[in-house]
């Protein structure tokens, strides 16, 4: 039987909370259940998204092998960052652009900070999170940190960060459905190619994640392409 829309967006944000606790606070209250949970989520989602098997294909082995060093982060942002941007898809087809946008800026934000933890600059996002930057000046800093190291889309990866975040932090409610429907698809679109370029950059760095990115930039594709 299919799953529902709300009833998958509900286990997503369940489970990945969960594996976001395990993974950086410790947390082993679900133990093996996780797994399970997690290997459904993202069988259920690749069926709901129709993406072909890529989904599940790249994150059951992570699921499987949660206990063995990055598998579990990676995951993380596979599941989390696949179903953020497919669920915005959803919304924007449900006519709530700014839940869409809102959605877009989640994964982009999170993707950034994928970025920082794995290149060396995690200060970035604990000065942003810290109250002490704004997200247009953190992504700045990541941009000229980024730059030298031969990382040529550095400027056009913060001015898309930016400019996702900034459309789901600053959404203007008082502009036309056409101007608030394009905003969100914008978003969506502009979101999906800074999870790619992420993976990009870390992988030019020697930090890339463990799942295949040629099946990665397919699921975004095929997630964007539901507009």
Not at 76 to 103: I, M, N, Y
Request: glycine residues 10%.
């Amino acid at each position: 039987m299919a799953v529902s829309f709300s009833t998958l967006d509900k286990r997503f944000e369940r489970d990945t909370r969960a594996l976001h606790d395990f993974l950086w606070r410790g947390a082993t209250e679900r133990g093996p259940a996780l797994t399970s949970a997690l290997v459904k989520d993202a069988h259920d989602a690749d069926a709901f998204l129709r993406l072909a098997g890529l989904l599940r294909k790249n994150a059951e082995p992570l699921a499987k092998g949660l206990t063995k060093p990055g598998n579990g982060e990676s995951l993380f942002e596979l599941l989390d960052h696949s179903w953020g941007l497919g669920s915005a898809t959803v919304l924007a087809s449900k006519r709530d652009f700014r839940g869409a946008a809102g959605r877009a800026k989640e994964v982009v934000g999170s993707a950034s900070i994928g970025v920082c933890a794995n290149t060396g600059c995690f200060e970035f996002v604990e000065e942003w999170e810290g109250g002490k930057t704004d997200f247009d000046t953190y992504a700045g800093k990541l941009a000229a940190f980024l730059e030298p190291k031969g990382v040529l889309d550095a400027p056009q990866f913060k001015r898309m960060l930016t400019a996702v975040y900034n459309f789901g932090m600053n959404w203007n409610g008082a502009a036309s459905q056409f101007e608030q429907a394009l905003a969100a698809r914008a978003s969506i679109a502009g979101g999906g190619w800074c999870l790619l370029t992420a993976v990009s950059i870390r992988e030019m760095l020697g930090a890339a994640p463990r799942f295949s990115s040629s099946d990665y930039a397919k699921i975004i594709d095929r997630i964007v392409a539901r507009l």
